[in-house]
């Protein structure tokens, strides 16, 4: 939807500019740590940061989000008096630059300058994987690296989708060229956002920064003499065509995935040979199912083939011959499954059509001989296309089987004979509670499902049972009765594995791509490695763990899950950007392992580098890069280290080490989820590696959060739902984009930025602008003196409490929280106390809000906050300024009676509006608008209702809980005193149960925690006002009728309409050129010259002085209304109503008299006034 106009946003931009270039000149966020005798020594020090980003490109609203959460608790932090630091470095390791480069290379090579590429493009379709796992909230969906490419098939395509032209992508074939342009417009972006960054600390990585490259092969040389980094063979994701394994930074496609192990089983082939396997005679022929379930292996019936499938038979190592698909054997050759690595000896191509019915001897079965049958939903990309069948705990095999032992013409079409299929039943091999001992066959029948077809269903089927099975389920086999599954698969395997009856396979959980195009496979490497898999260090993190704060306990147990799998890691790769192994300089060290504590360089990188982001202009004390020995680390780094022997000045080392000192360890860490696998538990481990003995400088707090949703979809370039960070604030200001983003969500959750809020929130903030500046424009005229008015000091109490509440949600960094107690609710409590005032509002309470509302909010929006600051007549920036004073504590029962008073308003309405329009529908009659009402307050409910809150009490204490309706409703009938009101029990028990849920035990109370009558009799007035009622009366339900004590209880007051007899008079005003108008206004019986002006100010709203205002009526009332009036004397032919004038009304004739004082006597002057307004 097109905007009407943007000159909001354009005023709010240009605060947020005027705001940036105050901090800048003012170098507000600018940190040094305080010298240790000066003042600020024992201040408190909050250090945050944020994993670098990469400069392959634009940051967009995912990065921003994630760094928002950095950026609102370092703002709050400051808030608590503390010195906060926020540094922010630029990551540049790893393969994806230099293969941008390259591939720019070869796209100008082989398509030209500027490169015209072929029309179509392959549109790759993605299987789906709906196998059920383990789900995890804090995982991560998918690679970010897939999103970002949205479908772009060429490099060249991908840059001019970050809106640059031919001749600037061109200057992108040198890799040096991207060190230099995206970390200028990353830095530009994020200072637009106002970012609370000390800009000196920023790097870039790799040995284009020589300083940071000496730091990171300090790192190295301490881990290896810790014996923290190995060598040898080890699993890991590999890409054969660029040579090197394929770490997560280096993928286009299945980041986050890692090797999966499976259990390769092999089913031998029976001789003799059937014929389309002859020319393998003399060999041993096996087909090979990856599972990883081997203990189910007892239960086999049959081995699936996919029918429509090329399978391949190829040699192994030790000659024997195994059948699988191309791809799996692609994978087993880089395995050691095959003579030579990386290469597969092809012997035979057969169709799946083509292996059917072929008999197996399977290992563990209790079938002599297995048969081949079709099943068609195997997949080619997992496992290795042969399936073994469980069909006693696997629902797809079960459905499968039975179709085919139902439907003999599907078994013709497979050319399979009877004996083949109708012999093989169901093995029991496990009992799982709740599902018995053939748990496919229950759940199958549970669900009744029909065929192998009901895909939808047997999905169902198989997340009922297969977790379950396994982690609940009990052996029934022979030598395992009794013992739980997860405990005898691990035994199970190995003992398959000595005898020969299968071996170790591993191949990638899902589909990976390098950033070449391979798609990678699991590979036996020779590769430097960190050993997270070693036990001591492994319980060092654990611990380190147990004692950081994750703010999530979904974030806590992917940590937990991910220590438990997690052991090697190859830190080492051939190609690609960054520093050199020290020791072994033909690798790189890789990019997830050179960013594990370079938030310790932040400490030194100013003193390091300068004003340059790779250390080329030299610091303010000329260190040169290769006076950065490994000594000169150690003293900066450990306490206990000698001072090295150096030029270093020593100044310059005593305050590098001195800043490491202050600003150690890491406060805050804040990440997207999809990093807790990989980059923030190697962030624990190297911290706890490099600091063994010094526990202070391990990481404090870690906060992960989940992706970015943009108008509820997946944000991505190629259906145009995507938003830079420039464009977000170019469209919403910096301050509508991170209100918006604190508005998101807090959880680990996927969290949305909807467009259409994003705008409502830049009004907000400009509607709360606006509306401080009225309040500044009309300070004088408010009212001063004594708080003590009943609404000044609900209004006192209820800003404390959101100041409290809202410091709650900061400290425990849930900001959309925040923002809803302290700004959504917090100008709620605002326009309340406008509303209870009656506008006279008292100007310290307005300046105290003002004041914390501007603070509360600065963490999040700090630009518009800043200029609020300063146009209250702040000197100083809001950036030094503390969290709001409560002063008070918070009288919790003032702000039970304001939502009383609140509540019973509300209701009072929909009273009145039930009232005007009585009966239903045709038989529905209009009533005049109520004059007065009548409130009836009791201070104790009706008996039987006393009765059933007390019964109600009393069972709840005696168990904890409400017992069902039943059980209550037994309970109630036993009870004399409810005999007549049996109709109404139980629904009353329903609504005492509902606010139950909202007030706790409060709802079972007799009377009401404070005295009703005396809130509403002092809010008389306001709510005569809001019910625009000429008089309101308050009583005690014991002064009323039977149905009055019936209807009204405690918190529920009950209220009685009445209309008064009235006559509609006209009010003309005889003042030419004013732009007061006619009005027809009722007038009552009693009615004084004072109650009519205060009415007709109430319809005349351009009137707010009462005193202004003068009525006159015509000396003849009959024939004065008629004529002309005469402009030069206005006021001929009237006479001034006295200011002690009563009123009285014949309704019959519909005119109305006055006396004056004592008199009786009384002056018809007929339904025609005459009102003058006066300046």
Not at 513 to 524: H, M, P, T, W, Y
């Amino acid at each position: 939807m097109e905007r009407k106009g943007t000159a909001k946003l354009q005023h709010l931009l240009e605060i947020e500019k005027q705001s940036q270039k105050r901090w800048q000149d003012e170098k507000v966020f600018e940190i040094d740590a305080p010298q240790p005798d000066s003042p600020g020594a024992k201040q408190e020090k909050y250090m945050v940061t944020f994993p670098y980003p990469y400069m392959n490109g634009r940051l967009h609203l995912g990065h921003t989000f994630s760094l928002s959460k950095c950026e609102f608790a370092l703002g709050f932090e400051r808030l608590q008096g503390k010195k906060c630091l926020f540094p922010f470095g630029l990551h540049c390791t790893g393969m994806p630059i230099k293969a941008g480069a390259d591939k720019l290379c070869y796209e100008m090579e082989t398509f030209g300058y500027p490169p015209v590429f072929p029309l179509s493009q392959e549109n790759e379709k993605q299987v789906e994987d709906n196998e059920p796992i383990i789900k995890d909230k804090a995982k991560g969906k998918k690679s970010k690296a897939a999103a970002k490419s949205a479908g772009l098939k060429y490099q060249w395509q991908i840059m001019k989708s970050l809106g640059l032209t031919d001749p600037e992508i061109k200057l992108f074939a040198d890799p040096a060229h991207w060190l230099t342009y995206f970390p200028k417009w990353t830095v530009h972006d994020l200072k637009l956002m106002g970012l609370k960054v000390d800009w000196r600390r920023t790097f870039i990585t790799t040995d284009a920064n020589p300083f940071y490259d000496s730091f990171v092969r300090w790192q190295f040389y301490r881990l290896k003499e810790r014996e923290k980094i190995k060598f040898g063979k080890r699993f890991t994701i590999y890409s054969p065509k660029d040579g090197q394994p394929c770490m997560d930074h280096d993928r286009s496609e299945g980041e986050g995935v890692g090797p999966q192990e499976y259990t390769l089983i092999k089913m031998k082939v029976v001789e003799p040979m059937p014929a389309v396997l002859k020319s393998l005679e003399g060999s041993a022929v096996y087909l090979v199912a990856a599972t990883l379930r081997p203990e189910t292996m007892f239960g086999q019936t049959n081995c699936w083939v996919q029918p429509n499938i090329r399978y391949v038979a190829f040699r192994t190592v030790n000659s024997d011959v195994f059948i699988c698909t191309r791809r799996a054997a692609r994978n087993m050759s880089y395995q050691g499954f095959t003579t030579n690595n990386g290469k597969v000896d092809v012997i035979l191509e057969i169709s799946g059509m083509d292996l059917m019915g072929i008999g197996l001897n399977a290992p563990l079965t209790a079938y002599q001989t297995i048969y081949t049958l079709p099943m068609i939903n195997i997949k080619e990309n997992k496992g290795t296309g042969i399936v073994t069948s469980v069909p006693s705990d696997a629902p797809d095999d079960y459905a499968a089987l039975r179709d085919l032992k139902n439907k003999k013409a599907f078994r013709e079409k497979y050319h399979l004979s009877d004996d083949m299929v109708l012999p093989y039943d169901p093995v029991k091999i496990i009992e799982i509670p709740g599902y018995g001992d053939l748990s496919a066959v229950q759940v199958c029948d549970e669900l009744n499902i029909q065929s192998q077809n009901d895909k939808d269903k047997l999905q169902e089927a198989k997340e009922r049972v297969y977790m379950k099975g396994f982690y609940e389920g009990v052996m029934l086999v022979k030598g395992y009765e009794g013992q739980k599954v997860q405990d005898v698969k691990p035994i199970i395997k190995n003992l398959m594995i000595e005898n020969k009856q299968a071996v170790k396979y591993l191949e990638p959980e899902k589909s990976v791509i390098s950033r070449s195009g391979d798609e990678c496979v699991v590979a036996l490497c020779d590769q430097w490695y960190l050993d997270y898999g070693e036990e001591e260090w492994k319980k060092q993190t654990k611990q380190c763990l147990d004692e950081l704060n994750t703010y999530s306990e979904d974030v806590r147990k992917n940590f937990e899950a991910t220590l438990d799998w997690l052991h090697e890691h190859a830190c080492s790769r051939s190609y690609g950007l960054g520093t050199k192994i020290p020791w072994d300089p033909q690798y790189l060290v890789e990019s997830l392992s050179d960013s594990t504590i370079y938030m310790a360089y932040y400490s030194v990188a100013h003193i390091l580098q300068g004003d340059s982001f790779d250390g080329s202009t030299g610091g303010p004390h000329n260190i040169r890069p290769d006076q950065m020995t490994p000594e000169v680390w150690d003293y900066i780094f450990y306490k206990d280290k000698p001072l090295p022997k150096t030029s270093i000045p020593r100044p310059a080392l005593h305050k590098m080490k001195h800043e490491f000192e202050y600003w150690y360890p890491v406060d805050l860490r804040v990440s997207g989820k999809d990093l807790v696998p990989n980059h923030l538990t190697y962030f624990i481990y190297n911290h706890v590696a490099i600091w063994p003995n010094d526990r202070k400088k391990w990481p404090q707090n870690i906060r992960a959060n989940g992706h970015m949703l943009l108008n509820s979809q997946k944000m991505s370039k190629s259906t145009g739902n995507f938003l830079t960070l420039h464009e977000a604030i170019s469209k919403f200001s910096a301050d509508g984009m991170r209100f918006s983003l604190a508005d998101a969500g807090d959880s680990v959750e996927d969290a949305n930025f909807v467009e259409e809020m994003a705008d409502a929130g830049l009004l907000r903030l400009y509607a709360f602008l606006e509306w401080v500046k009225e309040m500044l424009t009309a300070k004088d005229s408010m009212r001063t003196g004594s708080v003590t008015a009943w609404h000044d000091r609900v209004f006192e109490s209820e800003i404390n409490s959101g100041i409290i509440e809202t410091q709650k949600h900061y400290q425990n960094m849930m900001f959309k929280e925040a923002l809803k107690t302290g700004l959504y609710e917090f100008q709620a409590i605002r326009d309340k106390y406008r509303e209870f005032s009656l506008g006279d509002m008292h100007r310290d309470l307005v300046f105290k809000f003002i004041d914390s509302q501007t603070l509360m909010l600065s963490p999040i929006c700090p630009h518009l906050c800043e200029h609020i600051w300063s146009l209250l007549g702040k000197k100083e920036s809001i950036m030094h300024a503390r969290w709001p004073d409560v002063c008070e504590d918070v009288d919790h029962s003032l702000i039970q009676q304001s939502q009383y008073l609140e509540g019973v308003t509300h209701d009072f309405r929909i009273r009145m509006k039930a009232y005007m329009q009585q009966g239903k529908g045709k038989k529905a009659v209009g009533q005049d608008k109520p004059t007065e009402a009548y409130v009836w307050v009791a201070v104790t409910y009706p008996t039987w209702q006393s009765v059933i809150l007390t019964l109600l009490k009393e069972l709840y204490l005696k168990s904890g809980d409400f017992p069902e309706n039943k059980a209550i409703a037994a309970e109630l009938k036993k009870k004399d005193e409810l005999k007549k009101y049996m109709k109404k029990a139980m629904p009353f028990v329903q609504a005492v149960k509902e606010k139950f849920t909202t007030d706790g035990m409060k709802a079972l109370n007799l009377t009401s925690d404070f005295n009703e009558q005396q809130v509403l009799q002092t809010n008389r007035v306001y709510l005569a006002s809001s019910l625009d009622l000429e008089a309101i009366h308050i009583k005690m339900s014991t002064e009323g009728d039977d149905k009055i004590k019936e209807e009204c209880c405690p918190g529920k007051p009950f209220i009685v309409y009445s209309t008064k007899a009235n006559v509609q008079v006209t009010f003309i005003n005889n003042q030419p050129c004013n732009g007061h108008f006619e009005l027809v206004v009722p007038v009552y019986q009693g009615d004084t010259t004072s109650s009519v002006i205060k009415r007709l100010v109430k319809f005349n709203k351009n009137v707010s002085d009462l005193g202004s205002l003068t009525l006159m009526h015509y000396d003849d009332p009959i024939l004065g209304p008629r004529k002309i009036p005469n402009f030069a004397e206005p006021n001929q032919g009237k006479t001034l109503v006295p200011s002690d004038a009563t009123f009285s009304i014949n309704q019959k004739d519909q005119v109305i008299s006055i006396s004056v004082g004592k008199s009786n006597q009384n002056l018809t002057i007929g339904n025609q006034l005459v009102y003058s307004v006066h300046s």
